[in-house]
């Protein structure tokens, strides 16, 4: 079982993700900025559909520095109704022709969790990172389909389904238990060939407020599996509940809760504002000097 610890008392480590052949240097922290192409996102700000909309997303995102677009079309906040597997390939074509066209360099995730949404995309667009909010659970086929295409995968830590994770989260010892789960399918992904895995603890993925406040104090200690470590805390209800706020109103949590995850590990933040994110990674950066 895994002790408290402070990123420094943690022996450097040497983080890289393969990306279509080009190793993404992960010693640095980056940003992935969010672009949801939904109507029912939890932040409001953060839906486009529009092909105008769209567009103008990404610019600003681009123009603040962002190191790879997160891009989701099947929104999984609490007690949502899922939409089809059509009209998530539907948005998501829309959103990745749009991008491709205009930006055809830059690192994209796809934020799903099927395999059928993974191939479909892999054959219209190219190479990408997959970014499963299920940790494999949700469809039987996704480790498989990520092996067979050779793909950078986000495994991330989830109890239940998005329908019904948040009605009841109980665990016996929170951390203890996300790393089994973690352990379990990591043993699955190597045994298929997948080395490139990120790590996400799942924060708001199945957690009472203070389950999210203990997996964020010991984020460190994640870092036995020697993988990176995407943190996506960015204006959710761990914020704006605990201070009587909205959505709108979380960006200032969002960057102090991001510099804490920094200073215990985290090798990529996951945000909807990625200018603030950028800054937090440069004073964190100066911190290390």
């Known amino acids: 079982m895994p002790t408290q610890t402070s990123s420094m008392d943690q022996p450097e ?11 993404l240097d992960l010693n640095k922290p980056r ?9 029912d996102s939890f ?7 529009s092909e105008e909309g769209i567009l103008n997303r990404v610019e600003q995102l681009v123009d603040a520095g962002v190191d790879l677009l997160d891009v ?50 892999y054959d219209a667009f190219g190479f990408i990172l997959v970014n499963d909010i ?14 067979e295409l050779h793909l950078p995968y986000v495994l991330t830590h989830i109890q239940g389904t998005p329908e019904v994770m948040q009605q009841n989260p109980v665990y ?16 699955r992904l190597r045994a298929l060939g997948v080395n490139d895995v990120i790590l996400d603890p799942g924060f708001g993925f199945g957690k009472t407020l203070d389950h999210n406040y203990e997996l964020l104090r010991r984020l460190s200690d994640f870092r036995l599996f020697d993988l990176p470590i995407l943190v996506g805390l960015s204006r959710k209800s761990m ?31 996951r945000v909807h504002d990625v200018r603030e994110a950028k800054e937090c990674v440069t004073l964190h950066q100066l911190l290390q000097t």
Not at 76 to 91: A, D, F, K, Q, W
Not at 248 to 263: C, K, P
Request: one cysteine or more; proline letters at 4%; hydrophobic letters at 40%.
């Open 134 to 147: 299920s940790g494999g659970d949700m469809d039987p086929h996704m480790f498989e389909t990520v092996a």
């Open 31 to 39: 940003v992935m900025g969010i672009l949801n192409v939904t109507p």
């Open 13 to 23: 480590q040497n983080q890289y993700i393969n990306i279509n052949g080009h190793l």
């Open 172 to 187: 016996q010892d929170l951390i203890k238990e996300v790393c089994v789960f973690f352990s379990q399918r990591l043993e």
């Open 239 to 269: 914020i704006y509940h605990a201070l009587s706020l909205s959505p709108d109103q979380s960006l200032n949590g969002t960057s102090a809760l991001n510099m804490y995850a920094l200073s215990h590990g985290a090798n990529i933040l």
């Open 43 to 49: 932040y409001s700000a953060s839906r486009y559909m």
């Open 72 to 121: 989701g079309a099947c929104s999984t906040r609490p007690g949502i109704r899922l939409v089809s597997e059509e009209e998530e390939l539907r948005r998501l074509q829309l959103a990745l022709h749009l991008i491709r066209k205009r930006w055809p360099d830059i690192p994209i995730s796809v934020d799903t969790f099927r395999s059928n949404v993974v191939r479909s995309v």
